[in-house]
């Protein structure tokens, strides 16, 4: 078989309903309400999400960074703003649930991340660090599908123009999560007023090339910054930052796919957890070919 055929084996066999769901929208047609019926059982009655959606965090209660997580599958999709899985979670965004207003930040953890399975990096500490992620992409997500006369809009736009003003703050740094969605907010933050979205463009480029690892002997065993972790194909804004990198982790897709058409997970929970984390790998390793399939795709390698 072939590194696609490896693959979607590795798909039937082994991803989650997800995953799958996702896997047959961008490769075999299937539709968007089959990808979104399967996201919904990750939902809460909150509108938020949990439940292990981020398969390093098994508390089933909502919490932003889940939340997170499903925004940016509705993104993806282009989900209408009238449906009810988008509806639910900006009525979490709108509930402040969870935000903590002395930082006008969404956490990344929440305490009761402690009581469940989780990777040692979910595991919540009195002293949260606050670094807008998940805020810029939650922000990012009103921007995109709140009316503009409600109130979690406003909310929206002005933690959109908080965000805004402190990466323009900052020197230039490698932290691809954040920069990940400090791209989702320029880009859905145009057409509302928010002031610098041009100067947020160029930080972001100064930013973007310091992620990237060029060692590819790091890859699949190190958990460094890869051009899949960033772009999604040559037509992406930052390709031009990459060129020599994305190509080569083509390449190396290619060579490194493993018989049973996955790639390896390369990071551990480093806690007592790890009957859990093997669960776990399985899961991403599904999330992992689905993107890698899909660059692959999208360089024209298949």
């Not at 009103?142 to 323009?168: F, K, T």
Request: include cysteine; charged fraction near 20%.
């Amino acid at each position: 078989m072939n590194t696609y055929e490896r693959a979607r084996a590795f798909m039937y066999r082994c991803a989650r309903p997800l995953e799958l769901a996702l896997w047959q929208h961008r490769f075999e047609g299937g539709s968007i309400e089959s990808v979104l019926t399967a996201l919904s059982a990750y939902q809460n009655a909150d509108g938020g999400f949990g439940h292990a959606l981020e398969a390093d965090n098994w508390n089933p209660a909502s919490s932003p960074l889940t939340t997170q997580t499903a925004t940016a599958i509705l993104f993806d999709l282009d989900v209408p703003a009238d449906h009810p899985v988008v509806q639910g979670v900006l009525r979490y965004l709108d509930s402040g649930k969870d935000f903590d207003e002395t930082h006008r930040q969404w956490p990344g953890s929440i305490p009761s991340n402690n009581d469940h399975p989780r990777a040692i990096w979910w595991t919540w500490e009195d002293k949260e660090a606050f670094n807008y992620n998940p805020t810029a992409g939650l922000a990012a997500f009103i921007l995109r599908y709140a009316g503009r006369e409600s109130a979690v809009y406003r909310e929206g736009l002005a933690l959109a123009q908080e965000a805004v003003d402190w990466m323009l703050g900052q020197e230039p740094f490698a932290e691809k999560h954040v920069l990940f969605l400090f791209a989702q907010l320029a880009r859905y933050a145009h057409g509302h007023p928010v002031d610098g979205l041009d100067r947020l463009t160029e930080r972001l480029r100064a930013c973007v090339p310091l992620c990237v690892c060029a060692d590819l002997t790091k890859y699949g065993v190190e958990y460094v910054d890869r051009p899949t972790d960033l772009i999604d194909g040559p037509q992406h804004p930052f390709y031009p930052l990459m060129t020599d990198a994305a190509q080569a982790e083509c390449r190396f897709l290619i060579s490194s796919q493993q018989e049973d058409g996955a790639w390896p997970v390369p990071w551990q929970w480093y806690n007592e957890y790890t009957s859990e984390f093997a669960v776990a790998k399985v899961w991403w390793q599904g999330h992992i070919v689905l993107k890698h399939i899909t660059f692959l795709r999208n360089f024209g390698m298949l």
